[in-house]
């Protein structure tokens, strides 16, 4: 393409000329380009002042180990479509984390179907995600809440049990404040939260509903938070009511948190899973990611390990300790006795391998098969899990 290409922070008249862009891009408007223009920094590319690509980001903490870790978190992105084959999109991807690398972000989350090309970039999918449906009589015939007060609305203690269950996941957004009036305006949420009488908040639901073609609605969850075995059952039970008007009970992709609830319990085990793009993860600062990670309490760990270059040359080498629920890494000249690319290096953050047999298979090289126990021991304490779409 002829013409001067440049790359700037959008103000108000690229700003509208990206949404424009945007809806022809994905062929419907992108209601997230506006909605999130209070909170959202939007870097465009520009050819003679006209917007030819572009992408909203985030910076927004998400958990590790039960610790907050600043994460530059990347949507709403595209390329007009004469300009792409161009690897314009890998330098926009550039563009767009430099202000969050600024401003504290030392790991990135995206979740795009273009899976491929994403890992070129750097990024690696830690788990699977699935979005699964179910009949809502299978859930009235199979789940209980007996002793369950159930009241409408998101209140002060329903968002902070969601906090605090979201750290016990690897993953999960510290969502910030003005995060639930966007996810209810944007996909007009029903929120409900459950107690037993005389006690705390342990659950809390968000749901939407989406008209059938001829009768009744489906119901679609967005937000399944529970505390306890109990709880979880009974808030199963509350979809399972809604079977009068709603045949089928969707979780949306991440939605159903990766616990065995559902398989131990259904009469009749009716699900259906549909695959979802992943979403990926990039480390951006090695050091401070791992300084600023939780790791487990009991664990006194020293690995050497080896981490490719971006270029695919020599590998970096560096000494990995945790103690006291603490770690740091620094570059030594010891050997590596587990090698890893940067991609598998966001796996093992994230706790995606839950196994050396896994990370093996995945191609994680070790010299020392204790040396790879141990440091897929250090990240598998807890699951990693993404239930947030940004």
């Known amino acids: 393409m002829s013409g001067s290409l440049s790359f700037t922070a959008a103000d108000d008249g690229l700003w509208q000329q990206y949404d424009e862009l945007a809806a022809r891009a994905y062929g419907h408007r992108v209601g997230d380009i506006t909605d999130l223009r209070e909170h959202a920094d939007l870097r465009v590319a520009t050819r003679d002042g006209r917007v030819i690509a572009g992408g909203l980001g985030l910076l927004v903490n998400q958990f590790f180990g039960g610790s907050p870790v600043p994460s530059a978190c990347l949507g709403a992105g595209c390329v007009a479509p004469e300009e792409r084959g161009e690897h314009l999109a890998a330098r926009m991807a ?12 030392v790991i990135s989350t995206i979740s795009t179907s273009s899976t491929g090309y994403a890992r070129r970039l750097g990024w ?10 179910v009949a809502s009589d299978d859930l009235k015939r199979s789940f209980t809440g007996e002793d369950v007060e159930i009241e409408p609305g998101l209140t002060r203690e329903a968002q902070d049990l969601q906090r605090d269950l979201a750290r016990q996941w690897n993953g999960p ?14 996909s007009a949420l029903m929120t409900y939260h459950f107690r ?15 008209r059938r073609e001829r009768h009744g609605v489906n119901l679609v969850v967005h937000d399944f938070w529970a505390a306890n075995q109990s709880t979880a059952a009974a808030m199963l039970a509350f979809l399972g009511r809604h079977n009068t008007r709603a045949e089928t009970i969707e979780f949306r992709r991440g939605a159903l948190p990766p616990y065995p609830t559902l398989l131990h319990h259904l009469h009749h085990h009716r699900l259906v899973a549909e695959a979802w793009h992943p979403w990926m993860l ?5 050091p401070e990611a791992i300084r600023l990670r939780g790791w487990p309490a009991d664990l006194d760990a020293t690995v050497p390990i080896e981490i490719e270059n971006d270029n695919g040359g020599t590998g970096d080498r560096y000494i990995l300790r945790i103690t006291a629920g603490s770690a740091e890494i620094s570059p030594t000249h010891v050997q590596g006795k587990v090698t890893l690319t940067r991609r598998q290096l966001a796996v093992w953050y994230a706790g995606g391998y839950r196994t050396a047999t896994s990370a ?13 126990a141990t440091l897929v021991r250090s990240t598998a304490d807890l699951e990693p899990w993404l239930p947030d779409h940004f």
Request: avoid cysteine; hydrophobic fraction near 45%.
């Open 94 to 105: 550039a563009e767009r984390l430099r202000p969050l690398q600024e401003t504290g972000a």
């Open 282 to 286: 990039r480390i951006l600062d090695i």
């Open 173 to 186: 957004l510290e969502r910030p404040a003005w995060w639930s009036a966007w996810k209810e305006s944007k």
């Open 196 to 210: 037993r009488p005389g006690q705390s908040t342990a659950g809390m639901l968000s749901l939407a509903t989406k």
């Open 124 to 133: 690696e999918a830690p788990v699977p995600v699935l979005a699964w449906a």
């Open 360 to 372: 093996r298979m995945a191609g994680v090289h070790a010299a020392s098969e204790k040396a790879l």
